[in-house]
């Protein structure tokens, strides 16, 4: 591997290390998803969220390595190294597991025309980049309050200190993570894999060249992401508040030009980004265009399906 996204690999794994998740003091131990492009050691993409390990956490990482971050992401984390690292990955390689199965997956690798390799079970050199970058993750957990696994107390024998240590909230964890990821995983001086020069090099300074040295793969585009991404499809109802999904209600200009067409009670198509809750897309059938329309409350979190329903589940009864 020589070149930017020749390579990338990706895995999930439960983080060893459990977080305030609710006002009640309740914790979890949330789930990360990483992908690492091997040429350069970068962190392409890196998902947290709180669902089990599932597809839609494997599809939301594999949009972040094709979409440039946003400046309004590296302010959120209050990230200091900013730099652009995206591409179109030429080989995506993952393990077995279910979360990198299933249409919202699956769907996204056809269509965008990446080559999808599943490595063989239980042979973890198979995928050497990203199991090296666990390893360094998992070393970077262990320094937290409510790690369930340190260096002096490894394995399970920690989990209860640790679910009784949690401090940190989901939120300040996921900024942890990723400030960690740019401000200093990146500025890691590492010796890179299979390389006979054994020199060593941080990814960011290794990303710098390469990406002059070689052409990167360009990325699909804004609306090739958007049809990439909009995967799940149903039917739903017009009402004059907009149409509700998950519970969620969604609103916009083409809300309105809808009603004063076909006014409510009519049934509209609609397509949903399993990774995202933030907006939707929209259609009488009678119209050839999809019309994207968000949510009404403009501060929903960018939280995927699978997140919705789990806060959804912890908040019955309450």
């Given at each position: 591997?020589?070149?930017?996204?020749?390579?990338?690999?990706?895995?999930?794994?439960?983080?060893?290390?459990?977080?305030?998740?609710?006002?009640?003091?309740?914790?979890?131990?949330?789930?990360?998803?990483?992908?690492i492009d091997?040429?350069?050691?970068?962190?392409?993409?890196?998902?947290v969220n709180l669902a089990n390990t599932n597809a839609a956490i494997t599809a939301e990482t594999l949009k972040e390595v094709m979409t440039p971050t946003s400046p309004e992401f590296f302010d959120l984390h209050d990230i200091e190294f900013r730099f652009q690292a995206f591409g179109r990955p030429l080989i995506v390689v993952s393990d077995h597991g279910p979360e990198n199965s299933g249409l919202s997956v699956e769907g996204v690798v056809e269509a965008a025309l990446l080559e999808?390799?599943?490595?063989?079970?239980?042979?973890?050199?198979?995928?050497?980049?990203?199991?090296?970058?666990?390893?360094?993750?998992n070393g970077f957990v262990t320094t937290l309050p409510g790690a369930s696994t340190t260096s002096e107390m490894p394995n399970k024998t920690r989990v209860e200190k640790g679910s009784k240590e949690a401090s940190i909230t989901f939120d300040q964890f996921v900024s942890l993570v990723q400030k960690w990821r740019f401000d200093i995983y990146s500025q890691m001086d590492r010796r890179r894999i299979q390389n006979p020069l054994r020199n060593t090099e941080s990814p960011l300074n290794s990303w710098l060249r390469l990406s002059k040295e070689h052409l990167v793969p360009e990325p699909p585009t804004p609306q090739e992401i958007r049809e990439l991404f909009f995967a799940g499809r149903m039917r739903r109802k017009l009402h004059l508040y907009g149409v509700e999904l998950n519970r969620i209600q969604y609103f916009g200009r083409g809300t309105s030009?809808?009603?004063?067409?076909?006014?409510?009670?009519?049934?509209?198509?609609?397509?949903?980004?399993?990774?995202?809750?933030r907006s939707i897309?929209?259609?009488?059938?009678?119209?050839?265009?999809?019309?994207?329309i968000p949510a009404k409350d403009p501060d929903i979190p960018a939280i995927s399906i699978a997140e919705l329903k789990a806060i959804q589940e912890s908040l019955k009864g309450r």
């Open positions: 591997v020589v070149s930017p996204f020749e390579r990338v690999e990706i895995d999930s794994t439960q983080a060893d290390i459990y977080v305030v998740i609710d006002d009640d003091g309740n914790v979890a131990r949330p789930h990360i998803c990483a992908a091997c040429a350069t050691g970068v962190v392409v993409g890196l998902t999808f390799r599943k490595a063989i079970p239980k042979k973890p050199e198979r995928k050497p980049y990203i199991e090296r970058f666990m390893d360094t993750f030009e809808l009603l004063d067409l076909y006014g409510p009670g009519t049934y509209l198509d609609i397509r949903f980004d399993p990774t995202s809750i897309l929209v259609k009488h059938e009678d119209d050839q265009v999809y019309v994207e």
